[in-house]
T-cell receptor, first 112, second 114 residues
């Protein structure tokens, strides 16, 4: 039972344009949603989070939108840079911060 | 500068060997976690700890064991490695709630059992 789904395994975007990474979830008990970025042979790095009671959170070039009725969230990166090329994981947090459930990831490639 | 350290980064070992993957953090976090990730797949929680002498199994069944004798140290042990244990193992730690700064992950250990 996959509680967090990222249906697009890969995404290619031109430098300077917007990258939109999508995530769907089935577990209504998630308190927070987090996005992580992962380079090959490294551990995931935390990017941004959003509370389940909010619909938007912004941090620099990164904005996360949450549509609770649709159980859908998205990460917008504007403008996209070549250094943003990595795998992006969506994750849901439950149990007072005790349990983080990950999606399968989306490989973002930002081309020059 | 990493505040959570995993060693070794890469390990190739023969079937039946006992191995210990090391994980240490310098942030004083009470909560620590072990995740397992196969290529192109999600990260699966296999063990977690809320503090010293506390260990719990995660969602994914694993033949590995963990211990938490010191706050900063959370090693994972496989008593008898098998090819099915080939994977990447990621250690993480977090503050109380884990959402303001997320979990801090180590660089991982890529284990290959031949």
């Amino acid at each position: 039972d996959q509680q967090v789904k990222q249906n697009s395994p890969s995404l290619s975007v031109q430098e300077g344009r917007i990258s939109i990474l999508n995530c769907d979830y089935t577990n209504s008990m998630f308190d927070y949603f987090l996005w992580y970025k992962k380079y090959p042979a490294e551990g995931p790095t935390f990017l941004i989070s959003i509370s389940s009671i909010k619909d938007k959170n912004e941090d620099g070039r990164f904005t996360v939108f949450l549509n609770k009725s649709a159980k859908h969230l998205s990460l917008h990166i504007v403008p996209s840079q070549p250094g943003d090329s990595a795998v992006y994981f969506c994750a849901g947090l439950t149990g007072g911060g005790n349990k983080l459930t990950f999606g399968t990831g989306t490989q973002l490639k930002v081309e020059l | 500068e990493a505040d959570i350290y995993q060693t070794p980064r890469y390990l190739v070992i023969g079937t039946g060997k006992k191995i210990t993957l090391e994980c240490s953090q310098t942030m004083g976090h009470d909560k620590m976690y072990w995740y397992q990730q196969d290529p192109g797949m999600e990260l699966h929680l296999i063990h977690y700890s809320y503090g010293v002498n506390s260990t719990e199994k995660g969602d994914l069944s694993s033949e590995s064991t963990v211990s938490r004798i010191r706050t900063e140290h959370f090693p994972l042990t496989l008593e008898s490695a098998r090819p099915s244990h080939t994977s990447q193992y990621l250690c993480a730690s977090s503050e109380f709630s884990g959402h303001e700064d997320g979990y801090t992950f180590g660089s991982g250990t890529r284990l290959t059992v031949v």
